[in-house]
């Protein structure tokens, strides 16, 4: 269990925030030590504080810069970076651990903030909110062009659901779909060619009458059927 830097209280479950001392402690990068903090070129800011973010150096294979707010601990990720990040910080997971991905999901803290769309620290306009993967619980706030928002403690959250097999079962429930559209789509075009074969005696009544009274096509349909019962 993480504990606060400031009294060393339990922290809860996946929350930067300390019951006892109000702190707001570090949690997603503390299994990360080598970070550097770097002057950003161009100023980013925080969505929740309206701040500007500081860049840091994870140098996970070579440079690689993400943003933090030093108030609220987001993060704000480029375009597959947060991917990198936890593929960097979670491999060898082979088996989806079911029961630890419900208890993961009920000991969370709930959301931090009331549901609302943020903006993005670069270009601020409003950004999508998407659920990051199935039985995550996290729903991320993306900008397709700049990257993704994470607020403090959800980086920590992904990486206990990469090490549940949260990944895993993602991949099984995308290829699950997958397998549904194609079946759906295979029935659709069975469907389709038996409509086909049932229309063509129609064909033999020509247009003239499917233009008329449809009351009276139905009739001679009707009877059609009975003739050929
Ligand atoms: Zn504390
Ligand atoms: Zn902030
Ligand atoms: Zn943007």
Redesign the pocket.
Known sequence: MARCSNCNAPLPDGSVLCDYCGDRNDIDLTGIHYYTTHENDAPRT?P??D?RLKTLDMRLKGRFLIDR?E??L?LFFDPGELEAVLEASVSNVFLIDRSGLDSINLKRQPDQYPVSYIKCPVCSRHMHRVNFGVRSGVIIDRCKAHGVWLDGGELRHLMEWMKMGGRLLDQERQEQIKKEEQKRESEQRQKLAGYGKESSPFDNFGDPLRNSDPDLFDIVYKAFRLFTR
């Open positions: 925080c929740r504080c701040v707010c108030q609220c987001g």
